[in-house]
């Protein structure tokens, strides 16, 4: 569990100031009077190459030595509101967020990282009624389950103020497509700013592996897209994340942006919001997302490290996932409805090389299948051709078989086709003048890194000319 170990001596100030200040905190800690240790004072040493400095901390299997009480706090989490505690991983799109949020309304908090600690890992499945939902934050002592910006605001009383800046444009959505927007406009000497609900990156930012993308035989999705958000910082865009828009209006020349926590005004709006995960809609499955069913293995994959799981899809999406879990799944079962798969032939040569995947072709999902714990179990199938039925067991199920459109917030002031995709013309122009739409949420655009950066490019275009 949470473990903070003291080492100090009764007559040391600092170590009664430190000791002070961990108990009018109520955090838990245990003293080793280096006097009375040898060992302890040999460990001192140690860590502080052969000095011997008091106090000396161990948080967490980190090392602090002599901290003041800012530092504590903010090792701690300890604010005015309460203490904060951020159950999470740096993998996880979520709980990069969170952080972001916390960090840039300078809320100090202590973090967790469930991949480095088996007891966090427990803890935040205890919390969540055996689920591994993170972020799991805790505001002293009471969980929050992945909560959003604004009820972390309203949490911990958090003053939001009213933006009152014009912006030359808006770009709602930061994945490939907005933040090449971004990079575009910035260098036409137009001040953008992204809205991204929740991290940057995307889609492509849940990719373990891209090999498709000019001038790089492999980078891995997080890394391309830290590149692109640097970039676009560099040239000056400003770049909010957790902003969820949830209307846009227009008065005159002028659009006003509301999210859930305040309101941003431009001279143009670029819909970049891509795209979500399809569901199967069988028995069971809202049941049990988080449960055992994921839609993202880079994400929720090393929750199954050297235990076996169950793909189901047979596009580029589904062989690309289920090649980077077999890397440390004990095996990799494949599902897929027809006989053959969709994905490219690369993928598919591939998977006859790899040793622990096997494949269901041909059979339809029908049903998914919990234990006493409510936790999946195993996928129960139909073969297509002899309509008999069969179970296949498994720890987990990632689950890959398309996409829908992240539209249904703008239906009232964008065109969109009877898929949901936003409508465009010319220079990725919508219905509405001075609004434009880029990335997979708009009809006809290929849902690829490379196709979503030039989209990027074509709206800037766009927004150029309308400008000017």
Not at 61 to 87: C, H, M, R, S, W
Not at 161 to 173: A, F, M, R
Request: proline letters at 2%; a negative charge.
């Amino acid at each position: 569990m949470n473990r903070t170990i003291l080492y100090g001596a009764d007559w040391c100030p600092d170590c009664r100031r430190a000791k002070s200040y961990l108990k009018e905190n109520n955090i838990s800690y245990d003293f080793i009077d280096v006097d009375l240790d040898k060992d302890a004072t040999a460990k001192v040493e140690q860590i502080n190459n052969g000095k011997r400095i008091i106090p000396t901390l161990i948080i967490n299997d980190k090392t602090y030595t002599n901290p003041d009480n800012k530092e504590l706090a903010a090792v701690f989490g300890i604010n005015e509101a309460g203490q904060v505690q951020l159950y999470g991983a740096d993998w996880c799109p979520d709980c990069r967020r969170a952080k972001n949020f916390l960090r840039d309304n300078k809320i100090n908090f202590e973090f967790i990282d469930v991949d480095e600690h088996a007891w966090a890992t427990n803890k935040v499945e205890q919390i969540n009624n055996g689920k591994r939902i993170i972020p799991t934050i805790l505001i002293d002592g009471k969980p929050y389950t992945n909560p959003n910006n604004a009820e972390l605001t309203a949490l911990l009383s958090i003053n939001v103020e009213k933006e009152q800046k014009i912006y030359d444009t808006i770009i709602i959505g930061g994945g490939a497509a907005g933040l090449t927007t971004s990079i575009y406009a910035q260098r036409d000497r137009f001040d953008s700013l992204i809205l991204e609900k929740k991290n940057i990156g995307g889609n492509a930012f849940l990719t373990e592996k891209i090999e498709n993308y000019p001038g790089f035989t492999s980078i891995s999705g997080p890394k391309l897209m830290d590149k692109m958000e640097e970039q676009a910082k560099t040239y000056g865009a400003k770049i909010k994340t957790g902003e969820e828009v949830v209307d846009i209006t227009k008065e005159g020349d002028l659009f006003t942006i509301q999210t859930k926590t305040s309101s941003f005004f431009g001279k143009t709006v670029v819909l970049s919001t891509g795209s979500t995960y399809r569901k199967l809609g069988i028995p069971n499955e809202n049941e049990l997302i988080g449960s055992g069913i994921h839609f993202c293995a880079t994400c929720d994959g090393a929750f199954y490290r050297d235990k076996d799981v169950v793909v189901i899809g047979g596009g580029n999406s589904a062989l690309e996932e289920g090649i980077f879990l077999s890397g440390f799944c004990k095996t990799v079962q494949i599902v897929n409805n027809t006989a053959a798969f969709t994905a490219s032939e690369t993928y598919i040569e591939k998977l006859s090389t790899i040793d622990n995947i096997t494949t269901h072709m041909d059979k339809t999902s029908v049903e998914f299948l919990a234990n006493e714990r409510g936790l999946f179990d195993g996928l129960k199938v139909r073969d297509n051709n002899t309509n008999q039925g069969e179970i296949i067991k498994g720890d987990g199920v990632f689950i890959f078989i398309g996409l829908i459109p992240n539209t249904k917030s703008f239906q009232n002031i964008v065109e969109l086709n009877d898929r949901g995709f936003i409508k465009t013309t010319g220079l990725a122009e919508t219905s509405t003048k001075g609004i434009f739409a880029a990335g997979d949420c708009r009809e006809g655009a290929i849902a690829q890194v490379a196709a979503a950066t030039g989209e990027g490019v074509l709206v800037s275009y766009g927004i150029r000319n309308f400008l000017k």
